[in-house]
């Protein structure tokens, strides 16, 4: 089966531009899990769906950060404007309850 | 709330040396423990978990971790490292009642010494 794509592998862009990071889970994963490492630190919860609702998004750091999952398929997490300390690994997982399956992760550069 | 310390960030050992890699967590409720690595330039692997049962787990590749509920530590052991080794290895829990959000240390990145 294939795995968890994330894309793009690698952003870069200017602090106050907008960036969209789209995660495809395993097909028929009803969970979907954002997580972010910021250099140095530990990889943190953002937000989980289930299907297309958001189950808990307590772990998104303010209202610049948009998560979409229409369809209860792929995912976006969107960033408006982007800020120097957005900068780090965004990883997406999915699972169907009995364990996650991680992305490669997108490494956003904001400069 | 949970979390979770890995006290060291770095580690070298020459191959065919031992390893162990610390974690120690703190909880409030009863918890899985995991172990991930990532390989350089790949995603999040998982590498063996703690669910219930034998508090010794171990994995494909030869790793084994312990789960030690007293000291709240799960350390990640292997008796022969190899090149192949060379990653960063995170240790994370979550809570066991059907919540799968996951709290990780800060990780240890692993590197092997010829």
């Known amino acids: 089966e294939a795995g968890v794509t994330q894309f793009p592998s690698h952003s870069v862009i200017e602090k106050g531009q907008t960036v969209t990071l789209r995660c495809d889970p395993i097909?028929?994963?009803?969970?979907l899990y954002w997580y972010r490492r910021v250099m140095g630190k530990e990889i943190k919860f953002l937000l989980h769906?289930?299907?297309?609702?958001?189950?808990?998004e307590s772990g998104m750091p303010n209202n610049r950060f948009l998560a979409e999952r229409t369809g209860g398929t792929y995912s976006t997490l969107k960033v408006q404007p982007a800020e120097l300390e957005d900068s780090g690994v965004y990883f997406c997982?999915?699972?169907?309850?009995?364990?996650?399956?991680f992305g490669s992760g997108t490494r956003l550069t904001v400069v | 709330a949970q979390s979770v310390t890995q006290l060291d960030s770095q580690v070298p050992v020459f191959e065919e040396a031992p390893v162990e890699l610390r974690c120690n967590y703190s909880?409030?409720?009863?918890?899985?423990l995991f172990w991930y690595v990532q390989y350089p330039n790949q995603g999040l692997q998982l590498l063996l978990k703690?669910?219930?049962?034998?508090?010794l787990v171990e994995s494909i590749n030869g790793f084994e971790a312990e789960f030690n509920k007293s000291q709240t530590s799960f350390h990640l052991r292997k008796p022969s490292v190899h090149i192949s080794d060379t990653a960063e290895y995170f240790c994370?829990?979550?809570?066991?009642?059907?919540?799968?959000?996951?709290?990780f240390g800060t990780g240890t990145r692993l590197t092997i010494i010829p």
């Open positions: 997982a999915s699972s169907h309850g009995l364990g996650y399956t």
């Open positions: 097909s028929g994963h009803d969970n």
């Open positions: 703690y669910l219930s049962g034998s508090t």
């Open positions: 909880s409030s409720v009863s918890v899985y």
């Open positions: 994370a829990v979550s809570d066991n009642f059907g919540n799968e959000k996951l709290t």
């Open positions: 769906f289930v299907k297309e609702s958001k189950q808990d």
